[in-house]
T-cell receptor, first 117, second 114 residues
Framework: GAVVSQHPSWVICKSGTSVKIECRSL??????MFWYRQFPKQSLMLMAT?????????EQGVEKDKFLINHASLTLSTLTVTSAHPEDSSFYIC?????????????FGPGTRLTVL | AQKITQTQPGMFVQEKEAVTLDCTYD???????LFWYKQPSSGEMIFLIY??????QNATEGRYSLNFQKARKSANLVISASQLGDSAMYFC???????????FGAGTILRVKS
């Protein structure tokens, strides 16, 4: 149980285009989802926290107009990188939590590798 | 200020030996949780072990144990009988309070030698 999927697993796009990344909880209801970004050989940096049906809470320094997060249902959250540029190239990882199941554990997706040319 | 500090950028260990990965944390909360994750080159985050601030006993999960020293604010991961498949990046993370976000350390790259 507690499987989180991400789609796509990798994407290459041209500078200036928008890219949507999906994060799905497959066998539980994710009351909260988190989006992280990870540059090569660095740690995970939290970008935003989203609760189903409400606006995402962005971390300091993260542009909310550039990284649009939608958590429209209890099993799906999407991250849209708008007008992507080469500096947005990174590994994006989502995680999901079901407070009814555990206060402790976040279940991570496999990640999406974004390359902007 | 750094909330989670991992001072070892990289570690080598001989196969079948034990290794300790260091983690210190900083919080003023009484209630918090400490986690260790393994990230192989594929990128997936694999949950290893959890220690709650009120847990009196050190957490253990198979070959993984967490050496929790609350007064020193340290939560070191001990991997016994290292295997080649243990080669990966290891992250220590902390959750402050209940239901809140995780803050990750910088990570330690572990290489197991045969």
């Amino acid at each position: 149980g507690a499987v989180v999927s991400q789609h796509p697993s990798w994407v290459i796009c041209k500078s200036g285009t928008s890219v949507k990344i999906e994060c799905r909880s497959l066998d539980f209801q994710a009351t909260t989802m988190f989006w992280y970004r990870q540059f090569p050989k660095q740690s995970l940096m939290l970008m935003a926290t989203s609760n189903e049906g409400s606006k995402a809470t962005y971390e300091q320094g993260v542009e909310k107009d550039k990284f649009l997060i939608n958590h429209a249902s209890l099993t799906l959250s999407t991250l849209t990188v708008t007008s992507a540029h080469p500096e947005d190239s990174s590994f994006y990882i989502c995680s999901a939590r079901d407070l009814a199941y555990s206060y402790n554990e976040q279940f991570f997706g496999p990640g999406t590798r974004l390359t902007v040319l | 200020a750094q909330k989670i500090t991992q001072t070892q950028p990289g570690m080598f260990v001989q196969e079948k030996e034990a290794v300790t990965l260091d983690c210190t944390y900083d919080t003023s909360d009484q209630s918090y949780g400490l986690f260790w994750y393994k990230q192989p080159s594929s990128g997936e985050m694999i949950f290893l072990i959890y220690q709650g601030s009120y847990d009196e006993q050190n957490a253990t999960e198979g070959r993984y144990s967490l050496n929790f020293q609350k007064a020193r604010k340290s939560a070191n991961l001990v991997i016994s009988a290292s295997q080649l498949g243990d080669s990966a990046m290891y992250f220590c993370a902390m959750r402050e309070g209940y239901g809140n976000k995780l803050v990750f350390g910088a990570g330690t790259i572990l290489r197991v030698k045969s």
